[in-house]
């Protein structure tokens, strides 16, 4: 059972639960300001998450207690979705309350800087965007305000798939049509994680295209390219599948295999991901190569996008603790059929394999600099 109450400045969800077991998930409308990142000077990764990994959970701690989540996401977006799904389990392991905190502003910059900001005892916990925010320091965009590897990671989940697609009627039939054309094209972009995978992919291959930016959102973007500013999008699957689906796009290329089940399954499981096309085609320079590996760091079927943490601090075993609710939720035959059903990839990285992950993304940056200012259009 499941009842919504509204006000104008609040949502509030609550979850049926068995006994012993209170769940919530509050969403607040509105947040904070984007903030300038810090200078990033840590040479460590997930510190509190690696004293955690030779800790022992205390399955007392958070007997009775509220977890707050916050969310760097507005409901309906894959970071929020993904709390959804989780909270209620992680709860339920815990006999703790989640609450889900939904802060959108400033493109999940905001989100973050609360979570790393709060008190270190455990009881509020984030989602990093991980792509986001190596890009935009590798870029020197304004970013969070904090050395991400210095937080306590708690558990990283696999990023979607993104997709590479052209209006129906155009005359590039497949990613290898465009790449020998090598031709000036027209493509709809959004800062952040698109535009930096556009110029990545693009430039790897020698296609110049103009990206037509000033979208307010990704939605935006996605509307734009539908109604015909631009010959071709890069986004997310989910946000393209029903596009795909009505013949309204072509797909050419994804970032990574599509997961069986999900959103645009049928119509892409045949499409190349990347890493196959360009073991069939590497790109001809050093540069080139160098921005292509970049981006399957960052976007291949290996990458890491949404990593829970705690603020840098939080005891050992409260992380250990949250470790194991987190492995245990995410594994969960339920919740593994809610991240299909939601259109999500499913999978779990433990936090030893989110710091690597981590460490490899902030080792190219060096690359993706290059890959987008080296960018010509």
């Known amino acids: 059972m499941k009842s919504i109450v509204s006000t104008p400045r609040r949502r509030i969800v609550s979850i049926a639960k068995p006994a012993r077991v209170a769940l919530s998930a509050l969403v ?11 200078a990033d000077s840590s040479t460590g990764s997930g510190a509190s998450g690696a004293s955690a990994a030779s ?13 707050t989540w916050d969310v760097p996401g507005a409901p309906g977006a894959s970071f929020y979705t993904t ?6 389990l992680v709860g339920k392991y815990l006999h703790a309350t989640v609450n889900i905190v939904s802060i959108p502003a400033g493109a999940t910059i905001a989100g973050q800087n609360q979570a790393a900001a709060a008190p270190n005892n455990g009881l509020t916990i984030g989602t990093l965007n991980v792509s986001a925010n190596v890009s935009n320091a590798a870029t020197k965009q304004p970013g969070i305000n ?5 937080e306590a990671f708690i558990a990283g989940l696999p990023i979607n798939p993104d997709v590479v697609v052209v209006q129906p009627n155009s005359k590039y039939k497949t990613f290898d049509d465009l790449v020998k054309a090598a031709p000036s094209v027209k493509s709809a972009d959004y800062s952040g994680s698109i535009d930096i995978l556009q110029k990545g992919v693009f430039g790897a291959y020698g296609i110049k295209a103009k990206l037509i930016s000033g979208y307010a959102s990704v939605p935006d973007q996605v509307a734009g390219f539908l109604r015909g500013d631009a010959e071709f999008a890069v986004n997310q699957v989910p946000g393209l599948a029903s596009s795909i689906a009505a013949g309204k796009a072509r797909p050419l290329l994804v970032t990574s295999p599509i997961p069986a089940g999900t959103a645009g ?6 499409v190349p991901d990347i890493a196959t096309y360009a073991a069939q085609h590497k790109p001809q320079t050093a540069q080139q190569q160098q921005a292509l590996q970049a981006m399957l760091a960052l976007f291949g079927a290996k990458a890491v996008n949404q990593v829970v943490f705690s603020p840098a601090g939080t005891p050992p075993g409260a992380v250990a ?10 594994n ?23 710091a690597a ?9 060096g690359a993706i600099s290059n890959a987008v200012t080296g960018y010509k259009s």
Do not use: E, H, V, W
């Open 28 to 38: 607040l409308a509105g947040g904070l300001a984007g903030c300038a990142q810090k």
């Open 55 to 67: 800790a022992s959970p205390d399955p007392q701690y958070y007997s009775g207690k509220t977890i």
């Open 83 to 88: 709390a959804t799904i989780l909270g209620p």
């Open 146 to 150: 904090f050395d991400m590897r210095k």
């Open 265 to 270: 399954y049928a119509q892409l499981k045949d």
């Open 321 to 330: 603790s949250l470790a194991a609710a987190f492995k245990s939720a995410i």
């Open 332 to 354: 969960d035959q339920g919740a593994q059929k809610a991240f299909i059903n939601a259109n999500l990839s499913p999978g779990y990285l433990s936090p030893a394999d989110t």
């Open 357 to 365: 992950a981590i460490d490899q993304d902030i080792s190219l940056q």
